[in-house]
């Protein structure tokens, strides 16, 4: 591929943690210049876990590859000043701002309304109104917690992944891109805000959850089942264990064949009077007596010869992996990458594909190491200017 699909874009990012941050790597590996600005000494996700033996952030490091890197004074008016002339840059490439910060007068769309009239700027945040929030927080809030876990468990388990963070970076794409299209077909910039808490409750509506809770349904915790349909770990004979699926009648026919477990479960379906194959339902409802029928199977097989005949017999299952053996293992898009600062770490390179080629991944840029080169390009700073900014400590040398 020739150009990356972004080629010739200059989005701006200040946005620390992971929504925003990783909205701006995704834009990036799509051939976007984004340049992540920072205030003096780093934003607050600068030493965040997981790090390096020397205590570099890792994290830092994972969601800000492919950018450049700027430290300003933001609380300056000098500092804010050089980004409002980095977003006044003109042309179809320039003017696009990603922020996710909180109550900040000098970002708000009536400030920016002078700097450039067709700007492109999408900001995020908590909860509609600005008032603060983190995934953990509104995972909370939307009820997750209180169906993860163990049967029978009454405290609430926090999910480890920060899955809305991930779903609001990839909506920030989504509205950057629309905006873009926008401009280009009328000439008018966009102001797109989106709350954390608004991408989790959408997601949970979206799956129908809350209107099944509104009438009276008080979804149960499950262990390791899926909620109304059929899937289950399994322990194997070296201590190992698999998680298998079966969602529709082929997966189930090929699990029932596969652990030889016809018979019974042709006795457990003429005695419960229900048609497993054909009914989702009633494989969840039963999914305990199915189980008894099914573990004999992997109990007899350690964890690879589990896998093997599995994935042989085309059953949908996968063995549970920690993350030390999922990254030997690699594939898909993870890549060995050089990260100054760090070394060697594991990165990942878009799941896109165009015409069967990866897209762009490069390392991260050391924290503030292209000021000096984005001012002069962007902001049209010159030497004197630099000289003057590093004399009044707006930035470093």
Avoid at 309 to 331: M, N, Q
């Amino acid at each position: 591929m020739s150009q990356l699909p972004l080629h010739g874009r200059t989005v701006i990012e200040i946005a620390s943690f992971v929504a925003g941050p990783s909205a701006g790597m995704a834009l990036a590996q799509l051939g976007a210049d984004v340049v992540r600005v920072d205030p003096l000494g780093g934003a607050a996700d600068v030493n965040r876990w997981p790090v390096s033996a020397d205590g570099t952030s890792i994290y830092w490091a994972s969601l800000n590859r492919g950018k450049q890197s700027v430290e300003l004074d933001l609380r300056s008016e000098a500092g804010r000043g050089l980004v409002r002339r980095m977003l006044a840059v003109p042309g179809p490439g320039h003017g696009i701002l990603i922020d996710n910060q909180p109550h900040q007068d000098w970002l708000s769309e009536e400030a920016l309304a002078t700097v450039r009239p067709d700007l492109i700027h999408v900001h995020i945040e908590g909860h509609r109104g600005g008032r603060p929030a983190v995934d953990y927080t509104v995972n909370a809030e939307v009820g997750i917690p209180l169906v993860t876990g163990p049967v029978g468990m009454t405290e609430p388990v926090n999910h480890v992944l920060p899955a809305w963070d991930l779903l609001c970076g990839m909506t920030a794409v989504s509205a950057v891109l629309a905006a873009l299209l926008r401009r280009d077909e009328t000439g008018e910039g966009s102001r797109v805000d989106i709350a954390l808490g608004d991408i989790a409750l959408a997601g949970v509506a979206n799956l129908g959850w809350f209107t099944e809770a509104a009438g009276g349904v008080e979804r149960p915790r499950n262990g390791n089942g899926i909620y109304g349909s059929y899937g289950d770990s399994f322990a194997t004979a070296d201590g190992g264990h698999v998680v298998v699926v079966a969602l529709t009648p082929s997966q189930w026919r090929s699990l029932v064949a596969m652990t030889g477990s016809a018979q019974a479960v042709e006795a457990l379906a003429t005695n419960v009077k229900v048609d497993f194959e054909h009914d989702e339902a009633a494989r969840y409802v039963h999914r305990e007596a199915l189980a008894e029928i099914f573990a004999p199977w992997f109990a007899a097989r350690d964890r690879a010869t589990a896998e093997a005949e599995l994935t042989a017999a085309r059953v949908l299952s996968a063995p549970y992996r920690d993350f030390r053996e999922a990254a030997a293992l690699g594939g898909g898009p993870l890549v060995a990458l050089d990260q100054p600062g760090i070394g060697e770490v594991v990165s990942a390179e878009s799941p896109m594909r165009w015409h069967g080629q990866p897209l762009r991944n490069a390392p991260a840029t050391t924290r503030g190491a292209s000021t000096y080169d984005v001012l002069r390009a962007l902001a049209g700073v010159d030497e004197a200017e630099y000289a003057s900014l590093l004399d009044a400590g707006v930035i470093l040398a």
